[in-house]
């Protein structure tokens, strides 16, 4: 049985998605950034993310985002769907695009944590020796430099006539540090940037590992799927927190939503009256209509955006 997806208000998430057999299929060029550019954008101000990190690799993608009114499944649903779509077009290809599992998210619960997926994603082509700063990615990213600037995108050739000509959107800097002007945040997280880098670069240094992988990637062809074997399948997890005991908490809460969404969804089945399903349920609201609880503090716990730097709130078991 697929478990339900429990998405609330302002939630801050990593998103990531891959292609069908680690193709290539996303190799950085001029025509894989606009659609890119345009499909984020567009899916971004269609439901309303807050977008603090972004990186386009080869064969996968990472977002990072505020998950302001629960939509991160429209998001991604609209977004990687445009993607397959017009680079399918470009590439004339059909077929399958993106890893049957589709997308896979994880909940940030504490600022420390946040920090910490930030920048493994602004730093994930240096680890891989395909650059030797993220600047030099030659795909799409979104850096620390690009929070507060509006981005005006203009529809890449091959699409519709009903689609916008241009989009807009205007990524943020992350919760938590509303604090410090958008200068001194950008400041604060480009030192947490180049002080990770230094490490990073040390680490490949000691391993003897160059930055050849740019030019080996883009001269590759869109078919080429990476020598290492597939990684095993690993139950993928729904929280990220720098402490086990604020993760195991929060687990423990998705269970108790899980029990009680079930036990909802039978009644609901049976055309019972009067059937409210608990706050975070995603599809049946989206697709039935139906009625549910609204967000209470156990829910607002999940939300990064309610905790300030520094702290952790450990979350109570919703009950059931």
């Known amino acids: 049985m697929t478990l339900p997806r429990c998405h609330t208000e302002n939630q801050v998430a990593v998103m990531s998605r891959r292609t069908h057999d680690r ?13 890119f550019r345009y499909e984020i954008a567009r899916s971004a101000s269609r439901h309303g993310l807050r977008i603090h990190a972004f990186v386009a690799m080869s064969n996968h993608v990472h977002v990072l985002a505020t998950d302001v009114h629960a939509t991160r499944s429209g998001f991604m649903r609209d977004a990687m769907a445009g993607v397959a ?27 420390a944590a946040l920090v910490k997926q930030l920048i493994y994603i602004w730093l994930n082509p240096v680890r891989t020796g395909e650059c ?102 690993q139950k993928a997890p729904r929280f990220v927190a720098t402490f086990p005991a604020l993760r195991e908490a929060a687990e423990l809460q998705y269970a108790s939503f899980v029990r009680v969404y079930e036990r909802i969804r ?16 995603l599809w049946l609201k ?15 716990a999940l939300c990064l955006g309610h905790c300030p730097p520094g702290n952790h709130v450990l979350l109570p078991d919703a009950g059931s």
Not at 86 to 111: P, T
Not at 266 to 281: E, I, N, Q, S, Y
Request: net charge negative; aromatic share 8%.
């Open 132 to 233: 030797d700063h993220p600047e030099e990615w030659p795909g799409m990213m979104i850096l620390p430099r690009d929070w507060g600037k509006p981005m005006r995108v203009m529809k890449p050739e091959g699409y519709g006539r009903r689609s916008e000509k241009y989009v807009e959107f205007t990524p943020t800097p992350p919760p938590g540090y509303e604090q410090m002007s958008l200068e001194e945040a950008q400041e604060h997280f480009e030192g947490l940037l180049d002080d990770a880098l230094k490490e990073v670069l040390a680490e490949r240094e000691r391993g003897k590992v160059g930055a050849e992988g740019v030019l080996r990637v883009l001269g590759l062809p869109t078919t080429t799927r990476p020598s290492t074997p597939c990684p095993r399948v």
């Open 286 to 300: 989206q697709h039935a209509r139906v009625s549910c609880k609204p967000a209470g503090p156990e829910e607002l």
């Open 85 to 111: 779509r017009a680079r399918n077009r470009d590439l004339d290809r059909s077929g399958y695009f993106w890893d049957s599992r589709g997308y896979h998210d994880m909940v940030v619960l504490d600022q």
């Open 23 to 35: 193709e290539f299929l996303l190799r950085p060029d001029v025509v894989m950034n606009e659609i």
């Open 266 to 281: 039978l009644r609901w089945k049976a055309k019972k009256t009067g059937v409210v399903f608990p706050c975070g349920t």
